[in-house]
């Protein structure tokens, strides 16, 4: 499969990794939107939240404990952040593996973009 965020999870293209276990990695956005801007994604390639299955719904909890410990590690929970997943075109998606976005270091308006 052709999918740039299954090798990031599988090292063969690196990514600037920030915090992983055994079911998520988050690394660095290439195109950083914030001062920190990270994508928290699933080991398993789910190519949209609309390919979750009833088994996957652990996942979302996982993203979620992830972005929690990711803020905690970073110093910027109490100020916060803004936590994104994009599905399909209307919603932005532009890479086809399931991801959460993380950002932070910065007051974000609403509504987005
Ligand atoms: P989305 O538009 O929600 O699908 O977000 C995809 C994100 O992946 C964009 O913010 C890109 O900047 C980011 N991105 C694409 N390729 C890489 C990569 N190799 N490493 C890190 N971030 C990437």
Redesign the pocket.
């Known amino acids: 499969m052709d999918c740039?965020?299954c090798?990031?999870v599988d090292g063969s293209?690196k990514?600037?990794i920030v915090y992983e276990n055994d079911d998520v990695v988050a690394?660095?956005?290439?195109?950083?939107?914030a001062p920190h801007?990270i994508?928290i994604i699933p080991r398993k390639h789910i190519a949209t939240v609309n390919d979750f299955t009833a088994e996957d719904a652990s996942i979302f909890g996982q993203l979620g404990q992830a972005a929690k410990q990711i803020a905690g590690d970073l110093g910027v929970a109490e100020n916060g952040y803004r936590l994104?997943?994009?599905c399909n075109d209307d919603?932005?998606?532009?890479?086809?593996h399931t991801?959460m976005?993380f950002l932070a270091g910065r007051t974000f308006t609403w509504p987005p973009g």
């Open positions: 740039i965020f090798k990031i293209i990514g600037d690394f660095r956005d290439l195109n950083a939107q801007h994508l994104v997943l994009n919603g932005g998606q532009t890479v086809y991801h976005h």
